[in-house]
């Protein structure tokens, strides 16, 4: 359906057939929030929801992109540099990605490109990196035989948001959507970039994505001063630790970080960040023993520190968990992703979700006033070329 659809988009933009397909999915996290830029372990999986994109090879040296989602449109020369302008809107986030695989010694061509995503939009679901990856894959398929490693193209993304975009992300998004797998979450170590695939079995069970419809834009948010907090706390710190990152602080210290750090503020981020670290590995191994009671309280708890000590989160993602959390067939809930609006997610009992998301959804626009938006997908595998069936 959305591939016919997609492809008739294509047809009425340019007049021809595309010759590739793709798809780019989007991400939850379940747990190990605001932790892979501090050298934690994070634990997210990509999801069936994401980015389609079609595409054909241009004989020129011109990119010429349209969006179903938005009346921006437009064209990249890849023959001038290619500069951030705030006008473009989404398409930095293309020509983010063609700067950046450009700058890394891989060929690059004229493309016409067609996109449709069905994520909503400023979710925190991770809109902009499975944008990324996709046109990455479109590059690699289309101009370099598929022979990019995909951890390139990951990069390529990270980039894109740091040097290009301006928001000091870690790596976490670009590398589910690069290297996701079906039915499975990923156990990422942001600080060697070891990773381990972990069969996502929630038997009765299933997560509800949960959007508050509060849109964030991450790049005037304080996701940044968060970073710099961080960065700060750290130099402090190492004056007596000697540690690379905040996660490999030992956890029985605080009482020694709180003395050293001196502004209150410091210091809750640093409490949030090693105990958030733990609890990624407290989850994992919850799902490996069916624990799911267990990995429901590692849930709630990762939120009330995002609320408390990191404070990312706003009345929208507490409404919305709370309400969540206080139904009987929820094991736990929290935000996912950068937080300051966007999504949550509530471990459901699955028979029951129909009544959970009923009940939820009235508290939320009695509390908040206007509604929240509930949806339940499938874990996806990673960025990838689909067949062009006629
Ligand atoms: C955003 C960033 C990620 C990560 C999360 C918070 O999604 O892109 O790198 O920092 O926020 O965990």
Known sequence: MQLKF?????????????????FSPSRINIVGEHIDYNGGKVFPCAIQIGTYGAARKRGDNVIKLVSKNFSHYGE?????????QEEHQWMNYPMGVVRSLKERGYSVGGMDIVVWGNIPNGAGLSSSASLELLIGEMINQLYNDGTIPKMELVYAGKDTENKFIGLQSGIMDQFVIGMGRKDNAVLLDTNTLDFKYVPLNLHEYTFVIMNTNKRRELKDSKYNERRRECDKALEILQQEFSVRNLCELPLCDCEKYKKLLHEENLYKRV?????????????????????????????????????EYYEVTGKELDCIVNAAQSHADCLGARMTGAGFGGCAIALVKKDKTDQFIQEVSKKYTSEIGYEAEFLISGISDSVHELPVVE
């Open 271 to 307: 409490y949030h960040v090693i105990f958030e670290n733990q609890r990624v590995y407290l989850a994992m191994h919850a799902i490996k023993e069916n624990r799911l009671s267990d990995l429901g309280k590692l849930l709630s708890e990762s939120h009330r520190s995002l609320k």
């Open 6 to 22: 997609l492809k008739q988009f294509f047809f009425e933009t340019f007049a021809a057939k595309p010759e590739h397909l793709f």
């Open 76 to 84: 990249i020369s890849l023959n001038e540099e290619i500069l951030y």
